[in-house]
């Protein structure tokens, strides 16, 4: 399996690997193996937290990233524990940043023809993503409090429930035209003029009763309908969507950025698409995800070469686990 591995290097560009940083080198798969093979080759090592300092050899999983990080300390709502954002966020930003600094260091080897082992640390690339607390304490300041939706200089602020089951907006309000104009939509409701909330000092002081008091106006109100009117005002506001929402939204399918792939077991399934668009080399979404062990013919026999009787042993030998 490994002299497999060091053959498959001397053809590739790239080796990406999330191991603890013992792993690889402990299998005599680490930079410098690969780099004898192939002094080109890149390998990304995307561990939780770095090939060096203390913590090196421990794991990390995306949820723990988002707590690690702060950002699970700073969510929640006022005076209520912390909380998860409801995802293991860790991933998807640790992928993008892998895939950006990967292709950093393939630009360079083309460059140059030397490539290099790019040690990236999960856990870093999530405070690279929420540097407010970070930023606030590094300036003397204090822990962020835990806000829930609310924010610390707009309101009102948040998330108010509509006409129906489980629909809801969010608004923003941030300038005093935008209060004005959140109140002509209301109908201009004595309340809405009362001292307390003529200034946004007050609204934030008085948020409780800001929210109750706008909460109660919007049950009664058709999410969809009140959203076109809100925006037609200029009230910064959107709909707190479903999965159901975006699956049928029509300014995502307008821009088709879902794409029907037929997957091997699944049959015909709905995938996210490109969000950005190239004018002259527009991407596609070409085929699903690889089952377990998907590619290893491709890989094995069209990229190595190999027979299929020498894939057979392999697999046999086990190798190929």
Known sequence: GRALALRLAEVCDLVIEN???RVLPGLGLGWSDFAAVNPAIVMLSMSGFGASGPERDNVLYGNSQVALCGLGHASGFPGGPPE???????D??????????ALVALAAAQHDGLGQQIDMSQWETMLATSPEGVLALGHGGEEPPRQGNRDRFAAPHGYFH???DDRYLA??????????????????????????????????????????RLGAWTEMEDAEDLLT??????????????????EGDEHLAARRFFETIAHPEAGLRRHVGVP?????????????????????????????GLSAAEVRRLESAGALH
């Open 19 to 21: 191991f603890a940083p």
């Open 84 to 90: 998860n954002i409801g995802m293991a966020h860790g």
């Open 92 to 101: 998807p930003v640790a992928a993008y940043h892998a895939a950006f600094a």
């Open 162 to 164: 509509c006409r129906g």
């Open 171 to 212: 608004v923003a309000i941030e300038t005093e035209a935008q209060w004005r104009s959140l109140c002509a939509v209301m109908g201009e409701p004595a309340w809405s003029a009362a001292p307390t909330f003529a200034t946004a000092a007050g609204r934030l002081a008085h948020v409780a009763e800001l929210e109750r």
């Open 229 to 246: 009117r809100l925006r037609a005002a200029g009230v910064p506001a959107a709909l707190v969507a479903t999965i159901a929402d975006l």
């Open 276 to 304: 950005f668009k190239l004018s002259q080399t527009p991407p596609r979404l070409y085929r699903a995800a690889p089952l377990f062990g998907g590619d290893s013919s491709y890989v094995l026999q069209s990229l190595l």
